[in-house]
């Protein structure tokens, strides 16, 4: 994996979006208290994004979005990313396997009645 000019590596899907978060305030030359007034948001939601231990909102895009003058879906689609990644591996390590296109075919068909007119 190629280093970004920033010297650090690209974000990888299993990478928390408090991964993005802490290269764009590095590359601004921001620290956590900086983001928590120019934000409003609390103090310990921006702890908590960077640790990896608090999802992105959608409020919290808003703010993101508004402050970096980014788009706030890029936020939450990076959350988005995060979370399925995240479900991806724990139904790998439950045993719990993906449903493939052609099995609900097998399922057995119930007959559906079409509403009653009015």
């Known amino acids: 994996m190629a280093d970004d000019p920033g010297g650090k590596p690209p974000l990888a899907p299993e990478d928390h979006p408090g991964r993005a978060l802490q290269q764009l305030m590095d590359m601004h030359g921001i620290d956590r208290r900086q983001l928590h007034q120019a934000t409003g948001m609390d103090i310990m939601r921006v702890y908590k994004l960077l640790e990896g231990s608090r999802s992105v909102t959608a409020d919290t895009a808003m703010r993101l979005g508004a402050f970096f003058e980014q788009d706030p879906h890029y936020w939450l689609r990076l959350q988005a990313i995060y979370d399925l990644k995240q479900l991806d ?16 075919q097998s399922l057995p068909r119930t007959k559906h009645r079409a509403p009653r007119a009015k």
Do not use: P
């Open 89 to 104: 591996h724990r139904a790998v390590t439950d045993g719990i396997h993906r449903v493939s296109s052609n099995r609900w």
